[in-house]
């Protein structure tokens, strides 16, 4: 089971669902075999980890595949600036320049230079690390380094991890996905048997939620709504929702008490009772929509 927990828009709940969400479960699943992933997908500034802390079992630094001009080899027959898609590779007439973070690895340069003069080399692009917090929840931070633009090879190959070392049955995936609308998202999302969108009733929440729908009806995406903050702003989410027939698979209260423990840095679902009954009645509300998918 892998549920992404994403949303138009940053700032809506997205980690405090995915967090709150993974904390319940881990408890719920105390002596039975079921054990949590928590993977935090938002590579360019991960922040479930704030939240959850557990002690480190693995690192490891992520590269991904860029070509390096050898000056020695070329002969100067520009044919890689004009085969690049993605303006990466800059002919100067003496000299060949490579732009690493324009770069998609897609290979088209260094498989065409005549003279195979633009090998495949290793580029850094950010780290991974995985935490175990009990036995029954595991926590991924991916973190791309300082200055690295690009998102979504480090995602690819975060998914590409869990594909390889949690694809048990027992483990119950849950993705904090970049926000927004745009390619990071829509690779965080992928795998996915169900994506939570997760706003707020307010007029800007309501605009990007939309946004974030369009998205999940292109990829063909199964998906429900979460309304954070639920309370404040309008009902616009709520009647779009009911007109469209989507499912709203919770309501979070807004509550101070709950701003408080974010600002803290610590889950709310031991300490504030109506989030524990809101979230595991999210949960029941996954259950019942991905088996009836299934
Ligand atoms: S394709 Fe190869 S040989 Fe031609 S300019 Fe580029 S690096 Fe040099
Ligand atoms: S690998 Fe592809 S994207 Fe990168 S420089 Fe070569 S042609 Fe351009």
């Given at each position: 089971m892998q549920i992404a927990i994403a949303s138009?828009?940053?700032?809506?709940g997205k980690t405090t669902l995915a967090v709150n969400l993974s904390v319940l479960l881990a408890e719920k699943f105390a002596g039975s075999r079921q054990k949590v992933l928590l993977i935090d997908?938002?590579?360019?500034e991960p922040n479930s980890g704030l939240f959850i802390k557990g002690k480190l079992q693995q690192q490891e630094v992520k590269y991904r595949l860029v070509p390096e001009w050898d000056e020695d080899k070329?002969?100067?027959?520009?044919r890689c600036a004009n085969v690049c898609e993605f303006n990466a590779i800059a002919f100067l007439g003496v000299s060949v320049l490579v732009f690493p973070e324009l770069c998609?690895?897609?290979y088209a340069c260094s498989d065409l230079c005549p003279e195979d003069a633009l090998p495949m080399v290793q580029h850094r692009m950010g780290e991974t690390k995985i935490f175990s917090l009990n036995n029954h929840l595991q926590f991924i931070e991916s973190r791309l380094d300082i200055g690295v633009e690009q998102a979504t090879p480090l995602i690819e190959q975060t998914r590409k991890l869990i594909k390889e070392q949690?694809?048990?049955?027992?483990w119950f995936t849950i993705l904090d996905s970049p926000p927004g609308t745009s390619c990071p998202m829509m690779e965080a999302v992928k795998d996915a048997d169900l994506v939570i969108l997760v706003t707020e009733p307010t007029p800007f929440g309501f605009h990007d939620l939309k946004l974030a729908m369009e998205t999940m009806d292109e990829l063909e995406k199964h998906y429900a709504v979460v309304i954070n903050?639920?309370?404040?702003?309008?009902?616009d989410v709520l009647n779009y929702c009911n007109e469209k027939q989507i499912p709203i698979i919770g309501k979070i209260p807004n509550l101070r008490a709950a701003a408080r423990l974010y600002s803290a840095g610590k889950a709310m679902v031991d300490a504030i009772p109506e989030i524990r009954v809101e979230i595991e009645n999210i949960y029941q509300q996954i259950l019942k929509l991905t088996e009836a998918e299934t």
């Amino acid at each position: 089971m892998q549920i992404a927990i994403a949303s138009g828009k940053g700032g809506t709940g997205k980690t405090t669902l995915a967090v709150n969400l993974s904390v319940l479960l881990a408890e719920k699943f105390a002596g039975s075999r079921q054990k949590v992933l928590l993977i935090d997908m938002d590579v360019e500034e991960p922040n479930s980890g704030l939240f959850i802390k557990g002690k480190l079992q693995q690192q490891e630094v992520k590269y991904r595949l860029v070509p390096e001009w050898d000056e020695d080899k070329c002969t100067f027959c520009k044919r890689c600036a004009n085969v690049c898609e993605f303006n990466a590779i800059a002919f100067l007439g003496v000299s060949v320049l490579v732009f690493p973070e324009l770069c998609h690895s897609c290979y088209a340069c260094s498989d065409l230079c005549p003279e195979d003069a633009l090998p495949m080399v290793q580029h850094r692009m950010g780290e991974t690390k995985i935490f175990s917090l009990n036995n029954h929840l595991q926590f991924i931070e991916s973190r791309l380094d300082i200055g690295v633009e690009q998102a979504t090879p480090l995602i690819e190959q975060t998914r590409k991890l869990i594909k390889e070392q949690y694809s048990g049955n027992e483990w119950f995936t849950i993705l904090d996905s970049p926000p927004g609308t745009s390619c990071p998202m829509m690779e965080a999302v992928k795998d996915a048997d169900l994506v939570i969108l997760v706003t707020e009733p307010t007029p800007f929440g309501f605009h990007d939620l939309k946004l974030a729908m369009e998205t999940m009806d292109e990829l063909e995406k199964h998906y429900a709504v979460v309304i954070n903050k639920y309370g404040i702003g309008n009902d616009d989410v709520l009647n779009y929702c009911n007109e469209k027939q989507i499912p709203i698979i919770g309501k979070i209260p807004n509550l101070r008490a709950a701003a408080r423990l974010y600002s803290a840095g610590k889950a709310m679902v031991d300490a504030i009772p109506e989030i524990r009954v809101e979230i595991e009645n999210i949960y029941q509300q996954i259950l019942k929509l991905t088996e009836a998918e299934t």
